[in-house]
């Protein structure tokens, strides 16, 4: 199709130690025609697939709509680690849902940033209080993921290493899902089709709707409806929307509503059922409600907690939305803390904190204090990161530095928490974003791995870890995700 097939290559660590994307050769990436020929078919194939997003400059328009930012080429997985992702996720559901469950831990966890990040502090007065009046329903629903980078190590052989696990509002699972046909239309238009078959499918929707579904049977009643909560402008929405889909194909009625219409139209029987507009409510399913910015009216306060003391089956509880935090991240990683919720498995335990870097707490007293002096030394060795979620909040290098020196002589350090920086290998790339220049990035990767999981009364009913999401950005950006604007949606091409 191009005259002779530019030679194919097995990925490798190059002398700049930047990889390359699988089957392209660095003088591909720098062959213009090829590379503009590929990228419009592939943004046709994107359009074509369902990988959309709805445009920056009209975001509630249902009018136009185009492409979410993906990359050109698949990016190089190693397979042994995808592998170890997967294989841990069961661990990490289980471990996420013991924790939820456990209040002397989280009480205990949380105490010193609830003094100063009024954010973290209203969940945990909602928290607190629905503890207190004793819970309504012993079924719980979990759809999270947790993120990794692969670290380079010091002796080129990469490791897994958790960024964070996303325990509320999960997304792009719908997307993801729909990627890996775009890349192997590239690499067929290309007549790369061998490549193209090893493009592995992606099941993390089909994975999610599933542990909805069986939620929703679980809860017993045949009228009763899922819904989604969602933010009044939601550029992603069609990710949503795949999951809605998945979910009217099983006879599942799917209703949207914001927060505030929770408050003025919500409401609960003698026996907590939740009512929205005349519809019980099996599933409570957050895309929403984990930034200070989705409380913004006081009466928003009043609906989560409406919800949060209904009997519908919460996706997730207000206790397994705080488990997520970075806060009790840290505390997780704690010397014996994983071991002892896994005495009866320690296998478990160890494949959970393989995947751990060093996780510090920066509360006053000496521990906080040593640290804090090392991470001013060292500010490229270390992740500044308060209590905040979806991308673009934490803070690094020379800021961290100055950061760190304006906070440490106070209490609202305890706000934030410091993480060892992972320093992960590069590739090249090219990033489609609508409406830029087509340029050649050097690219970080991130996986995240979706698990779904049911417990009731503690004990483990369903326990998937059903598919993944790869993402990558220009390594010139420290922290931001798709919906930021800054990394792109991309498919493991397993090494
Ligand atoms: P958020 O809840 O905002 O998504 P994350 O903990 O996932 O917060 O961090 C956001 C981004 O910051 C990550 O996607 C990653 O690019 C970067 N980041 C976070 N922690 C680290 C780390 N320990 N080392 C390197 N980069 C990190
Ligand atoms: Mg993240």
Redesign the pocket.
Same mark, same amino acid.
């Given at each position: 199709m191009y005259g002779k097939l530019p030679s194919l290559i097995v990925p490798r660590v190059a002398d700049s130690e930047v990889l390359l994307p699988p089957v392209a050769a660095d003088d591909v990436l720098h062959n213009s025609s090829l590379i503009q020929q590929l990228t419009v078919a592939a943004k046709d194939a994107a359009l074509l697939r369902g990988v959309l997003m709805r445009t920056k400059e009209d975001p509630s328009s249902t009018e136009s709509t185009s492409y979410a930012p993906f990359s050109l080429f698949p990016s190089p997985v190693p397979k042994k680690l995808f592998a170890q992702a997967h294989e841990v996720q069961q661990d990490f559901n289980m471990l996420v849902d013991r924790i939820s469950q456990d209040s002397k831990f989280l009480t205990k966890a949380l105490a010193s940033t609830i003094e100063v990040d009024e954010f973290t502090a209203g969940l945990f007065r909602i928290y607190k209080q629905v503890l207190e009046e004793g819970i309504t329903q012993p079924i719980n629903l979990g759809i999270n993921r947790s993120?990794y980078?692969f670290d380079r190590g010091t002796d080129h052989s990469p490791s897994l290493k958790q960024?964070?696990i996303n325990t509320i509002a999960a997304s792009y699972a719908g997307l993801a899902e729909r990627v890996p046909d775009v890349h192997r239309h590239v690499l067929n238009f290309w007549g790369k089709s061998d490549e193209a078959a090893k493009i592995l499918s992606n099941n993390a929707l089909k994975g999610i709707a599933e542990g909805i579904a069986k939620a929703c049977q679980m809860y017993g009643s045949s009228e009763a409806v899922v819904l989604f909560l969602v933010e009044k402008v939601t550029r992603n929405i069609f990710d949503q929307r795949c999951l809605e889909m998945e979910l009217w194909n099983k006879n599942i009625r799917v209703i949207r509503r914001q927060t505030l219409d929770i408050y003025e139209r919500g409401a609960l029987d003698d026996e907590k059922r939740l009512f929205v507009d005349g519809y019980e409510v099996a599933v409570v399913y957050f895309r929403t409600g984990y930034n200070p910015e989705d409380y913004h009216d006081e009466v928003c306060w009043d609906a989560r907690l409406l919800i949060e003391r209904s009997k519908a089956i919460k996706c997730p509880d207000i206790a397994t939305q705080l488990v997520g935090t970075?806060k009790v991240q840290q505390e997780i990683a704690r010397s014996g803390v994983v071991e002892k919720y896994f005495s009866e498995c320690p296998k478990s335990a160890e494949r959970i904190r393989a995947t751990f870097?060093g996780l510090y707490s920066i509360d006053e007293g000496p521990e906080g204090d040593e640290i804090i002096t090392k991470a001013i030394e060292d500010p490229e060795g270390f992740?500044l990161?308060p209590q $905040?979620? /979806? /991308? /673009?909040?934490?803070i690094f290098g020379e800021e961290l530095k100055q950061l760190l020196g304006n906070i440490k002589d106070g209490p609202k350090r305890s706000a934030y928490i410091l993480?060892? $920086?992972?320093k992960p290998q590069t590739v090249k790339n090219y990033l489609l974003h609508p409406g830029s220049a087509l340029k050649l990035s050097e690219c970080v990767v991130?996986l995240g791995v979706f698990g779904v999981y049911i417990s009731k009364c503690r004990k483990m009913i369903m326990n998937e870890s059903p598919g993944h999401l790869l993402r990558t950005k220009s390594r010139e950006f420290?922290?931001g995700?798709v919906s930021a604007g800054v990394a792109v949606l991309d498919t493991p091409y397993l090494t």
């Open positions: 993120d980078m960024i964070e970075k870097v992740v990161k $905040r979620e /979806g /991308g /673009g909040n934490n993480m060892e $920086r992972i991130e420290a922290d995700g």
